[in-house]
């Protein structure tokens, strides 16, 4: 069966420094993973996915995420962060046996302080 | 390009009351859903339409009901509303199979619905 555990459910840093919001999941087969980013009140937009291809991912505002089958996690990093970048972000993941059905982690939010 | 849309955007109901929310995709998708999302939870699948003409139960169906009316809309019932339904309640739409190998999810920008 599949879950999906965000190690943190917040996280604060100084604009300018890195990011890391750690991922781990569980999957019997070959995973699709993604990273949804949620600004407050706002839906929900995909940063980036991994379908095996790459395991090193590029997304969107300068983020990116590596697959590590073998630590079964798929952390998300950007090297510097911006005040924009404040918001929920959350890590998925989805497998064709359970009929791609994505399984949501609890979100972790981002604090930015300037 | 709309996306995904959904109203209505906010909703207020007394307990017993029903109602139905909206979605509707202009992606052409096959699948559509319905999810919940509560404060500290990641979002939880109530049911969903792999296809039109078809529907199934997700993780939360109970006190839910919906209809996959064309390929384009997919609507949520509430027939007796209660305070535990209070929550904010997002549809999504994919492409699953054909060229599409994995299920990435395009959403709407939700309802926040309050029962009282």
């Known amino acids: 069966a599949q879950s999906v555990t965000q190690l943190d459910s917040h996280v604060s840093v100084s604009e300018g420094t890195p990011v890391l919001l750690r991922c781990n999941y569980s999957?019997?087969?070959?995973?699709?993973l993604f990273w949804y980013v949620q600004h407050p009140n706002k839906g929900l937009q995909l940063l980036l996915k991994y379908t095996s291809a790459a395991t090193l991912v590029k997304g969107i505002n300068g983020f990116e995420a590596e697959f590590k089958k073998s630590e079964t996690s798929f952390h998300l990093t950007k090297p510097s962060a911006h005040m924009s970048d404040a918001a929920e972000y959350f890590c998925v993941v989805s497998e064709a046996d359970s009929n791609y059905q994505l399984i949501w982690g609890a979100g972790t939010k981002l604090i930015i302080k300037p | 390009n709309a996306g995904v849309t959904q109203t209505p955007k906010f909703q207020v109901l007394k307990t017993g009351q029903s109602m139905t929310l909206q979605c509707a995709q202009d992606?052409?998708?096959?699948?559509m859903y319905w999810y919940r999302q509560d404060p500290g939870m990641g979002l939880r699948l109530i049911y969903y339409?792999?296809?039109?003409?078809?529907?199934d139960k997700g993780e939360v169906p109970n006190g839910y009901n919906v209809s996959r009316l064309n390929k384009r809309e997919f609507s949520l019932r509430l027939e007796s509303a209660a305070p535990s339904q209070t929550s904010v309640y997002f549809c999504a739409s994919s492409e699953i199979g054909g060229s599409s190998s994995y299920n990435e999810q395009f959403f709407g920008p939700g309802t926040r619905l309050t029962v009282l």
């Open positions: 992606m052409n998708h096959n699948s």
């Open positions: 999957s019997s087969y070959s995973p699709s």
């Open positions: 339409s792999a296809s039109e003409g078809t529907t």
